[in-house]
């Protein structure tokens, strides 16, 4: 199970590395189901790897210039000050289980609930949106408050389940900043490393216990993937590339949801 948790971490790298978004999505389970870790501290977890493996993944970008720091500064300002709230306060105060009447609703149940809605919801945004375009607007007080509100909430979603929410970022920074697709990855990168970092540094101050040797072997694999990924995505069809990944989405968060129904409700 360890080793199959190694060659995913290694698939979410490229997936991540060729779209600039959506495989960070799958550290969640793999550190769960596969390195049998917590919800609540798999997501601490995930935030760790998921900063460095999008780090690593950036630096091409930066050197090619595909990258506006502008743009990256409007979102990755609120992104930073909701995902440290999130970690470093609301996360630890939400009591580990909730009383409605004779069921008991557990934190990670929750978190893994969530995670596998947003799941859904990711993969519906691969399979059937249209090709991203970008806003041609002229107010740009507009779109840069869409752009400060969107990033707020990907840092909210980020802090509860330590995904990075690339699939949340490209979208809002094409549409709304009017970036071409390669600079909107380029950005994506580089914020999904800044929040999530800012975010593990709320556990580590909450007082979260790390196991940094497997998250050094998790990342490992998730460079080598997201290096993959970046090196070979002008010959990989990104459109056939995020179908494939979509229905992957589907499969996994049905898994998640039917899983965690029996072991959370079994009479």
């Known amino acids: 199970m360890i080793i199959a948790g190694y060659i995913f971490s290694i ?34 977890y995930s935030l760790i790897i998921v900063a460095f493996t999008a780090l690593v993944g950036s630096i091409k970008y930066i050197t090619n210039k595909h990258m506006n720091l502008v743009v990256l500064s409007i979102f990755a300002v609120p992104s930073v000050i909701t995902i440290y709230i999130t970690r470093r306060y609301l996360l630890p105060a939400f009591p580990e289980s ?23 919801s990711a993969s519906y945004l691969m399979l059937f949106s249209k090709e991203i375009k970008s806003s041609t607007s002229s107010n740009k007080l507009y779109a840069n408050s869409k752009i400060i509100l969107n990033g ?33 990855v380029g ?34 694999c998730t460079s080598i993937g997201i290096l993959i990924g970046v090196k070979y995505s ?22 998640i949801i039917i899983k965690e129904i029996m072991i959370n409700f079994t009479i």
Request: proline share 2%.
């Open 98 to 120: 909730l009383y409605l009447g004779q069921i008991i609703i557990t934190k990670d149940f929750l978190i893994m609930l969530i995670f596998s809605l947003l799941m859904l």
């Open 234 to 255: 002008k010959n990989i069809s990104g459109n056939a590339l995020k179908k494939t990944f979509g229905y992957f989405l589907i499969l996994i968060s049905l898994f």
């Open 152 to 184: 707020s909430f990907v840092g909210f979603f980020t802090g509860i389940i330590g995904a990075g929410g690339g699939f949340l970022i490209v979208p809002a920074l094409v549409i709304f900043s009017g970036l071409n697709m390669k600079t909107a």
């Open 11 to 44: 698939l979410m790298g490229v997936v991540l590395g060729t779209l600039g978004a959506g495989g960070s999505i799958l550290i969640l389970p793999i550190l769960v189901y596969f390195m049998d870790i917590n919800p609540s501290l798999a997501t601490a």
């Open 187 to 220: 950005t994506s990168l580089f914020i999904i490393f800044i929040k999530s970092m800012i975010g593990f540094f709320g556990d580590v101050q909450a007082g979260v216990q790390i196991n940094y040797y497997l998250i050094i072997m998790i990342t490992i």
